[in-house]
């Protein structure tokens, strides 16, 4: 049966793997300045909160919202994309499984497991297609899950030609590892454990640090279909923001 993820999970733990030791090394031997610190963040922001969590997380996984442009759509994408977590095909059957499923044995990311393997990528991946048959009626999608590491690998590629080894890790292997982290770091902490012992979806206020939005998680649970966490004025969602006022054609982003 054919699984969109299955043979892509391991490439991505490698990679992720691969780009941790490289930024520690990097880290350890010359730190960084304040640009390159800047360049971390702007790289980083591309990659995890327009590419995974808006485009990944809100829009191919749930469908909250329209963009306003075809072209916009591929190119948050390719965003996602370069942070190497996976095609949207697979992240979203993923994903999707794990709301179906969540606090479960059968949770893709169950937060039981603990938090090394939550960091670290060790998900249980089995899903049907049918969980992903809206995706895979979109040819571009298709085709960037065929080639779901080819992006990242031309542009990991012209970094070390025109930049260097620091180009490399400053704007590829540190914010693309950055965001596996903040990933794995979500689907530990707001699937926290409570005072009876019992794992839920729970809202983190400071995971929304790394997130943008996504930290109020038990809100995300209870409507997943919105394209904001904004319960309420004190719940602030950045990535709602955006979807709303700058990303999506007017009137298509769903709350409700």
Same mark, same amino acid.
């Given at each position: 049966m054919f699984n969109p993820f299955e043979s892509r999970i391991v490439t991505v733990q490698y990679l992720f793997y691969t780009n941790l030791l490289v930024s520690a090394y990097y880290l350890y031997s010359y730190g960084l300045t304040y640009t390159q610190a800047g360049v971390v963040t702007v790289i980083f922001i591309l990659m995890n909160i327009i590419g995974m969590i808006m485009t990944f997380h809100r829009y191919y996984s749930h469908k909250s919202f329209e963009f306003k442009y075809e072209w916009l759509r591929k190119l948050c994408t390719i965003f996602g994309l370069l942070s190497c977590s996976g095609s949207p095909i697979g992240w979203a059957g993923i994903h999707r499984m794990h709301h179906k499923l969540s606090d479960t044995d059968e949770d893709p990311h169950n937060a039981q497991d603990g938090f090394l393997k939550?960091?670290? $990528?060790?998900?249980? =991946? /089995?899903? @049907?297609p049918k969980t992903v048959v809206d995706l895979l009626k979109d040819k571009f999608l298709v085709t960037m899950h065929k080639y779901t590491f080819l992006p990242a690998f031309i542009y990991?590629?012209?970094?070390?030609?025109?930049?260097?080894?620091?180009?490399?890790?400053?704007?590829?292997?540190?914010?693309?590892?950055?965001?596996?982290?903040?990933?794995? $770091?979500?689907?530990? =902490? /707001?699937? @926290?454990?409570?005072?009876?012992?019992?794992?839920?979806?729970?809202?983190?206020?400071?995971?929304?640090?790394?997130?943008?939005?996504?930290?109020?998680?038990?809100?995300?649970?209870?409507?997943?279909?919105?394209?904001?966490?904004?319960k309420q004025w004190y719940y602030i969602d950045p990535t709602g923001w955006i979807i709303k006022h700058v990303i999506s054609k007017k009137g298509s982003a769903y709350y409700g």
């Open positions: 939550m960091v670290t $990528l060790q998900y249980k =991946v /089995n899903f @049907s990991a590629i012209s970094l070390f030609v025109l930049f260097g080894y620091t180009g490399l890790v400053v704007a590829f292997c540190l914010p693309a590892c950055c965001t596996l982290i903040s990933q794995g $770091l979500t689907n530990y =902490v /707001n699937h @926290s454990e409570d005072a009876v012992g019992n794992h839920k979806a729970s809202n983190v206020w400071w995971i929304n640090i790394i997130s943008w939005g996504d930290g109020w998680h038990k809100n995300h649970h209870d409507s997943p279909r919105n394209y904001t966490t904004t």
